[in-house]
Nanobody
């Protein structure tokens, strides 16, 4: 099973930026779609953004125009650039390998905390 390790979380002021990174233990090209989810206190996990093997992206309405997901298949990394951050973006962010031919079920990273101060 692939292992995912996130990094890049932290504390930032509203309006600021952060870049999250996710390093996979094996080829993300073989996995296919990768994604970022988040979970705020008291709320359910929600999809933030996803990116297919070929680079097609999808975003939650709440982050469109502010967040950008990208992937480097050669380095087995997936990134989430977060711009114009808002206090409501505060959450634990998780990288995932989505179900596909080589991943029978969604695989989660351990998560990284993002806190946006107002």
């Amino acid at each position: 099973q692939v292992q995912l390790v996130e990094s890049g979380g932290g504390l930032v002021q509203a309006g600021g930026s952060l870049r999250l990174s996710c390093l996979a233990s094996r080829s993300i090209y073989s996995i296919g779609t990768m994604a970022w989810y988040r979970q705020a206190p008291g709320l359910q996990r929600e999809l933030v953004a996803s990116i297919t093997r070929g680079g097609f992206t999808n975003y939650a309405d709440s982050v469109k125009g502010r967040f950008t997901i990208s992937r480097d298949n050669a380095k087995n990394t997936v990134s989430l650039f977060m711009n114009m951050l808002k206090p409501e973006d505060t959450a634990v962010y998780y990288c995932t390998a989505e179900p596909g031919a080589t991943t029978p079920r969604r695989v989660w990273g351990q998560g990284t905390q993002v806190t946006v101060a107002s």
